[in-house]
């Protein structure tokens, strides 16, 4: 499915660096390239090998004047990114020289990427599959070692074989059913109704294993958002400034200190956690610090997370009362700071506001506990478990979705069979089953939603 139009983009971020790339993709990229490129030897771009690299000059072809020294790649199709003709020319890194280059590519013919357009065409070009695409943003945007290593397998195509590898067994069972139901008279080989049960049971079993990791893949993919929250004075800002090894937060001894969201991102075992300080929640002084309160109590309900810090050396407070109803049905942790002054509140009390959260006794002034509270961490997102380094996870939601879809055809294919319905109805949830999980790779996907995944690109990917 190659493209008619040659399109060209700055491929490299907005702003001043030591190299910046123009990259041309289409049928007339090596000759839209040539006609503004002067090598010094006056070799030309059409006549070089393959994945060689020219240097030379652009020339601005109306004003017969250098642009820029540059370097060019010249990437044959189908052996390249989008499975075209790729041209990647390098310059400095300023925006004027890379905007006159690309100028100069429009003129001799070249028109302006949009947004994904490069990884669309080698979608639409089957040098990947369509979840392989979507993994090209995920590792642009990869906060941790964890997301990035799980990003890169799933554009090497491992959750994509493990979709392919449960499709292409359902599709054996499709095939034997129709033609059973199409050539009743035909010598056909029959799968007993036993072994097609197994086979779609088992299959029913990977899908299942792969939406058990829906809910760790997205944090991994996203990060966890996570809520500091507590009476004012407790700890909070310290603690995120200790998350954070460094001073992000003004920390002092007058309440009321933090009246805004302070919010970053902390790389904890690999999770990214997007953690945000909020203010104290306790009878506002003026109507700055209410507003912070509502912030705070939105974020609240906004996290995935919330780390509710108490003054262990105080007894508990009424606000604390009022914090944990407002968090008894979050994801939460409890720290006891400031231990180093003597410990009143105990864990049985905490337990008595917050039965199901764990306590960490620390003191952030002294400077332990924070272990204990990143091991915590870990241990909720991973539920305990490690990650198999070579492990298919599912970190976005299309995927989930469809995963579902496909375990609930299953389901019906199953009650089917168990409730002896005729071979043709259990082929039409079997269809769905393989249509769903073929919305995963791009197999069954409808054009609305390659544009929709294609739009959230930045120009030149």
Known sequence: MLSETTIAAISTPIGEGGIGIVRLSGPKAIDIADSIFINIKGRKIKDAPNWSILYGHIKDPDAGRDIDEVLV?????????????????????????????LEAAIREGAVLAQPGEFTKRAFLNGRIDLAQAESVMDIISAKTDVALTSSIMQLEGKLSRSIEKIRVVLLDVLTHIEALIDYPEEDVDELSTRDMRQKLADEYD???????????????????????????????????????????????????????????????????????????????????????????????????????????????????????????SKKAIVVLNKSDLGRIVTEAEVN??????????????????????????????????????????????????????????????????????????????????????????????????????????????
């Not at 995120?240 to 001894?253: G, P, S, Y």
């Not at 700055?288 to 108490?310: K, S, W």
């Not at 306590?359 to 204990?372: N, R």
């Not at 109805?425 to 609305?448: C, F, N, P, Q, R």
């Open 352 to 461: 008595t506001v917050l039965p199901d959260a764990p306590v960490i006794e620390m003191s952030l002034k002294e400077g332990y506990g924070l272990d204990d509270l990143e091991g915590t961490i870990t241990d909720m997102v991973y539920h305990g478990k490690a990650i198999a380094s070579d492990e298919a996870m599912i970190t976005n939601v299309r995927h989930k979705e469809a995963l579902m879809s496909a375990a609930e055809a299953l389901q019906r294919c199953l009650f089917s069979i168990d409730d002896g319905m005729p071979m043709d109805l259990v082929s039409i949830d079997l269809k769905d089953a393989i249509e769903a999980l073929g919305l995963i790779s791009g197999k069954t996907v409808e054009d609305e939603v390659v544009d929709r995944i294609f739009e959230r690109f930045c120009v030149g990917k």
């Open 73 to 101: 790649s010249v990437m044959r199709g189908p052996h390249s990114y989008t499975g075209e003709d790729v041209v990647e020319i390098s310059g400095h890194g300023g925006m004027l020289p890379l905007r006159r280059v």
């Open 206 to 328: 990977s899908i299942e294993k792969l939406l058990a990791t829906a809910d760790t893949g997205r944090i991994i993919r996203e990060g966890l958002k996570t809520a500091i929250i507590g009476r004012p004075n407790v700890g909070k800002s310290s603690l995120l400034n200790a998350l954070l090894k460094a001073d992000r937060a003004i920390v002092t001894d007058i309440p009321g200190t933090t009246r805004d969201i302070i919010e970053d991102y902390v790389n904890v075992n690999g999770i990214a956690l997007n953690i945000i300080d909020t203010a104290g929640i306790r009878e506002a002084a003026d109507e700055i610090e209410r507003i912070g309160i509502e912030r705070t109590r939105d974020t609240v309900y906004r996290a995935d997370l919330v780390i509710f810090v108490l003054d262990g050396s105080q007894p508990l407070h009424q606000d604390d009362r009022v914090i944990a109803s407002l968090i008894s």
